[in-house]
């Protein structure tokens, strides 16, 4: 939780001059071309059609760093300046493909279209906040062309599956239900699940009494939800994403990280102090074990690998709260 509080300071969208949003797209054209091409790579043996779809549109990412690249030089000169998405609020964080060893067809379909939203939403926003004409054009038309892609989405699902006639509405609105609710509700979870754990149990093991217990972890658990919500708010506010409302997220984040921590505070309702800490640790287990279930089916983290990270950091977190508390 508290390494959300600690990210380096980033500048505003708003904030940036021509040279900078020039500059940021180039450096976003070439990073989503390298991820383009490096889906082909993974999936050229099992579906060579579907790869060189990925090489064509790899081809179009380079195409428009090269168009973007040329007015850069034109206005600006030869130095780009060295800003990246993550100097900048409101982008979407994007997991390295080579760290992704499985994929599905649900995991591409999300991904690609979630590069081809953000993408459009970036350009459309640039645009609006210039009054350099050549420069405005440049992105209205990227703007344009990039919301064409998203339809490879949809394409690559009739590659794979070989489906027809989907309901284009319900996709999206897949789509952007997992983005708004999905992933901030998973970071909500897990904050909420493992960082309770330690003041739970430690305040169960050194007082013994269940009521006491139950305060610690109503505190811990609401405390923690309205961190999470807030940050989660703050963090963006879904205009270049397409994240979604912030309040909406910051609901989503809040909510599962509070419910997260008084799964395993609401046991100590029971007076018996055997009994409670009993249920106690079967909740935390299946709420670990819920944890890797979502991480694996919308995440694209394999189900053992999620298991293995999930349950170990948990128990790690749930042994400190023990020790602690028999000190």
Do not use: C
């Given at each position: 939780?508290?390494?959300?509080?600690?990210?380096?300071?980033?500048?505003?969208?708003?904030?940036?001059?021509?040279?900078?949003?020039?500059?940021?797209?180039?450096?976003?054209?070439?990073?989503?071309?390298?991820?383009?091409?490096?889906?082909?790579?993974?999936?050229?043996?099992?579906?060579?059609?579907?790869?060189?779809?990925?090489?064509?549109?790899?081809?179009?990412?380079?195409?428009h760093r090269q168009r973007l690249l040329k007015l850069y030089k034109k206005q600006f000169?030869?130095?780009?300046?060295?800003?990246?998405?993550?100097?900048?609020?409101?982008?979407?964080?994007?997991?390295?493909?080579?760290?992704?060893?499985?994929?599905?067809?649900?995991?591409?379909?999300?991904?690609?279209?979630?590069?081809?939203?953000?993408?459009?939403?970036?350009?459309?926003?640039?645009?609006?906040?210039?009054?350099?004409?050549?420069?405005?054009?440049?992105?209205?038309?990227?703007?344009?062309?990039?919301?064409?892609?998203?339809?490879?989405?949809?394409?690559?699902?009739?590659?794979?599956?070989?489906?027809?006639?989907?309901?284009?509405?319900?996709?999206?609105?897949?789509?952007?239900?997992?983005?708004?609710?999905?992933?901030?509700?998973?970071?909500?979870?897990?904050?909420?699940?493992?960082?309770?754990?330690?003041?739970?149990?430690?305040?169960?093991?050194?007082?013994?009494?269940?009521?006491?217990?139950?305060?610690?972890?109503?505190?811990?658990?609401?405390?923690?939800?309205?961190?999470?919500?807030?940050?989660?708010?703050?963090?963006?506010?879904?205009?270049?994403?397409?994240?979604?409302?912030?309040?909406?997220?910051?609901?989503?984040?809040?909510?599962?990280?509070?419910?997260?921590?008084?799964?395993?505070?609401?046991?100590?309702?029971?007076?018996?102090?055997?009994?409670?800490?009993?249920?106690?640790?079967?909740?935390?287990?299946?709420?670990?074990?819920?944890?890797?279930?979502?991480?694996?089916?919308?995440?694209?983290?394999?189900?053992?690998?999620?298991?293995?990270?999930?349950?170990?950091?948990?128990?790690?977190?749930?042994?400190?709260?023990?020790?602690?508390?028999?000190?």
């Amino acid at each position: 939780m508290l390494n959300r509080f600690l990210e380096p300071q980033k500048r505003d969208f708003k904030s940036l001059n021509a040279a900078e949003i020039l500059s940021l797209a180039i450096s976003a054209e070439e990073e989503d071309g390298r991820i383009y091409a490096a889906y082909a790579d993974k999936i050229r043996k099992d579906y060579p059609a579907s790869a060189k779809i990925f090489e064509g549109m790899a081809k179009e990412e380079d195409i428009h760093r090269q168009r973007l690249l040329k007015l850069y030089k034109k206005q600006f000169g030869d130095n780009l300046v060295p800003i990246r998405r993550e100097h900048v609020r409101g982008f979407l964080s994007r997991k390295p493909v080579w760290l992704m060893k499985e994929f599905s067809i649900e995991t591409i379909r999300q991904q690609v279209w979630e590069m081809e939203q953000s993408a459009y939403r970036f350009y459309n926003e640039a645009a609006k906040q210039t009054s350099n004409v050549d420069l405005r054009k440049l992105l209205g038309d990227l703007a344009m062309e990039e919301r064409k892609h998203g339809e490879q989405a949809d394409r690559l699902e009739k590659e794979f599956l070989g489906e027809t006639g989907h309901d284009e509405e319900k996709i999206a609105s897949h789509r952007q239900f997992v983005l708004t609710y999905v992933q901030p509700g998973l970071a909500g979870l897990m904050d909420g699940s493992v960082s309770t754990l330690a003041p739970v149990f430690a305040a169960a093991f050194a007082t013994g009494d269940t009521w006491t217990t139950f305060l610690v972890g109503l505190a811990a658990s609401v405390g923690a939800g309205i961190s999470m919500g807030f940050t989660e708010a703050a963090s963006d506010d879904g205009k270049l994403t397409g994240r979604g409302s912030p309040v909406k997220r910051g609901l989503a984040s809040g909510i599962m990280t509070t419910i997260g921590g008084l799964g395993h505070a609401l046991p100590y309702l029971i007076t018996d102090f055997f009994t409670a800490t009993l249920i106690a640790i079967i909740v935390v287990l299946i709420e670990l074990w819920a944890i890797a279930f979502i991480q694996s089916k919308y995440m694209s983290t394999p189900f053992w690998r999620a298991v293995f990270q999930v349950v170990v950091g948990g128990s790690l977190v749930f042994a400190a709260g023990i020790l602690i508390g028999s000190a």
